[in-house]
């Protein structure tokens, strides 16, 4: 049975949020930034955040040309535009809250990697300059095939790339850690391994319920915010969200190593950059998307493969190299490209941000999230 001391002090806040990731964090700065009086809680299951915001690449990114002449055929010129912007904003958000240091934000440009196939893409690049030009005051996208010797790419496969002076890399575990510490000095509570079973929306308040070990305790709070990624349907069936698992592979240190930079290929879908002398590598999600389609931490050995293929005869003919070990990541998906906020239940908001890009979109989400949070 519990103390009447664990009762009144640890079980009841103003707000709860459900999940520590990126977008669970932010969104309880975000609250505690405008409403310093109100008690945040936020519970997560894992020992540390155990979701994609700590699996991610470090993409400091808002879209290569290739993904945004697809989307303005998809959603149109107008939305593209928005959907960048909302992006953008959201990277300066977060480069406001934790500072660039502490996030190790590094501005090595962002580069595309074109095949013979999709050297048309350069009859877009004029137009998609123009149309971002209202937000970044100059051309965004430029041809940079200079490069390809430069970094040492597969020239028989390399015919082009596409440098985005705009875009970084950051590191992922530091800009987490310094996000948790920034959240625990605006004086919200973290209770970690704290997994959330169930929530029920009473009327006068919501209670959530979490498994600890054989019991189950009961949280309670006025509002809920639920930032559980790709996992939401867990709690809420009924809610459009699709998980997407990501595999990705690092080498060990290679000397002398000469590709500095983020780099896109095949449309977005296999990404890589430099990280401390290392290649990070990861996508081929399209060559098996049902398998994918899952919220279970595996490695897919056929898209592993791929990767390791690609690895030696695209981005490093030539050069040694050894895989040093491999992970998976789940990402979320919705309907739309753009991120939403639903209520499931009465005083329960439940956030999707990302479809892949949460690091740029997160910050922003949450401040949306903490403002309907916390209004009337
Ligand atoms: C392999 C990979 C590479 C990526 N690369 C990039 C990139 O380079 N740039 C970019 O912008 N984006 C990238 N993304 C996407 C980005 O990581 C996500 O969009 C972002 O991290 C989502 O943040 P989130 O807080 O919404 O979700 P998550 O980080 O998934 O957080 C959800 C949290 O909820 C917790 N949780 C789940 N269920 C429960 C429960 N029942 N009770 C309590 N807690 C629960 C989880 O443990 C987790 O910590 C990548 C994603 C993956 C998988």
Redesign the pocket.
């Known amino acids: 049975m519990l103390s009447i001391w664990e009762r009144q002090s640890f079980l009841h806040a103003d707000i709860i949020i ?7 964090l932010s969104t309880a700065c975000s609250i505690k930034e405008q409403h310093p009086e109100r008690s945040v809680l936020v ?4 020992i540390f ?13 808002f879209g290569s040309l290739t993904e945004l002449v697809a989307d303005a055929a998809v959603l149109g010129e107008a939305k593209m535009l928005e959907l960048v912007e909302k992006r953008w904003r959201g990277l300066a958000l977060l480069d406001q809250r934790l500072g660039e240091e502490a996030m190790d934000y590094q501005h090595h440009g962002g580069f595309e990697l074109l095949t013979e196939a999709q050297m048309g893409i350069h009859k877009h690049t004029d137009l998609i300059n123009q149309l971002l030009f209202s937000l970044f005051q100059m051309e965004v996208f430029h041809s940079a095939p200079s490069k390809i010797t430069e970094f040492g790419f597969n020239k028989e496969i390399v015919k082009d790339i596409v440098f985005n002076p705009f875009e970084a890399q950051l590191d992922t575990g530091k800009m987490m850690k310094a996000l948790i510490a920034k959240t625990h000095s605006l004086g919200v509570e973290i209770l970690t391994g ?4 169930a929530v029920h929306a009473t009327g006068v308040r919501v209670e959530v319920e979490v498994r600890d070990g054989q019991n189950h305790l009961q949280f309670t709070a006025n509002r809920v915010a639920v ?5 939401l349907p ?2 809420f069936p009924q809610m459009n969200v699709r998980p997407g698992r ?1 595999q ?1 592979l690092i080498t060990k240190p290679i000397p002398n190593l000469r590709l500095k930079g983020t780099f896109h290929y095949d449309e977005g879908f296999y ?1 890589f950059r430099n990280y401390n002398g290392r290649v990070l590598f ?1 996508g081929g999600r399209n060559l098996d998307l049902d398998t994918e389609a899952t919220t279970e931490f595996e490695r897919n050995e056929f898209i592993l493969n791929d990767l390791k293929e690609k690895l030696a005869t695209i981005i490093l003919p030539n050069i040694p190299h050894e895989i040093d070990y491999t992970w ?5 998906f919705g309907p739309l490209k753009f991120p939403f906020i639903e209520m499931p239940q009465p005083n329960v908001f439940a956030a ?11 910050s922003l989400l949450g401040e949306e999230l903490a403002e309907m949070i916390t209004g009337n």
Request: with cysteine; net charge neutral.
């Open positions: 459900i999940g520590g990731g990126i977008l669970g519970l997560e299951r894992g955040p155990a979701g994609a915001s700590t699996k991610n690449a470090g993409f400091a990114c704290a997994e959330v079973d930032c559980t990624n790709a996992f867990r709690l990501g990705v990404y990861g998976q990541g789940i990402m979320g999707l941000g990302c479809n892949g890009m949460g690091v740029a979109l997160s």
